[in-house]
């Protein structure tokens, strides 16, 4: 397998999208909430949604999979925002506060990389923030040997490097900001 494609695996197996619904499902699984329904309205929610408005418009030719083209970003930040206040509203509907603070950390980075993408025009990295937003909830929210998952961020860093889809300081911004917005935004909504 050539090194692109190798590259091309690895951001589409930990897609912001794929990585964040793996961690709502280590979540689920730990607060045991909602049974079924929950798993499967985070999932949508955070998941299927999200990566089926890009999916779509890569399959008519409007995007490509990883929606490198910076200026076409900010559609797909707001429907995942949009998708992830569904989920919130069904969550509250249904009784599930308990993942109130996963849907708030989401959505948090989210907008925050949305600010920087459109005010900065800067294509900070969401591959980076997908790992480092989810991991830092699971390693507050479930256990501490969650923080373990940090690591992925070298297989992130090196496939979209390899890309040539960002520079270092995107990668390590995105990072950074997926951590320390999910930290402010756990503090405020008391789940740190």
């Known amino acids: 397998m050539s090194r692109r494609r190798l590259a091309t695996a690895v951001s589409l197996a930990l897609a912001p999208q794929l990585y964040g619904g793996f961690a709502s499902c280590l979540v689920w699984l730990h607060k045991a909430v909602g049974g079924a329904e929950a798993l499967a309205s985070l999932l949508l929610s955070q998941t299927v949604l999200p990566a089926a408005w890009v999916l779509v418009d890569a399959a008519r030719g409007k995007v490509d999979i990883f929606v490198s083209d910076r200026s076409a970003r900010l559609k797909y930040y707001a429907l995942t925002l949009a998708s992830y206040a569904l989920g919130v509203a069904w969550a509250v509907a249904r009784g599930w506060g308990v993942y109130l603070p996963l849907y708030a950390a989401y959505a948090a980075v989210v907008a925050a990389l949305a600010v920087v993408n459109e005010l900065a025009r800067w294509k900070i990295s969401a591959h980076a923030a997908g790992i480092a937003s989810p991991t830092t909830v699971l390693a507050l929210l479930v256990s501490p040997w969650y923080a373990l998952l940090y690591l992925l961020l070298i297989p992130v860093a090196w496939a979209r ?19 320390m917005v999910t930290l402010v935004t756990l503090s405020v ?4």
């Open 161 to 179: 490097l390899e890309l040539k889809a960002h520079t270092p300081g995107q990668l390590v911004a995105g990072a950074a900001v997926g951590v």
């Open 189 to 192: 909504v008391g789940a740190a």
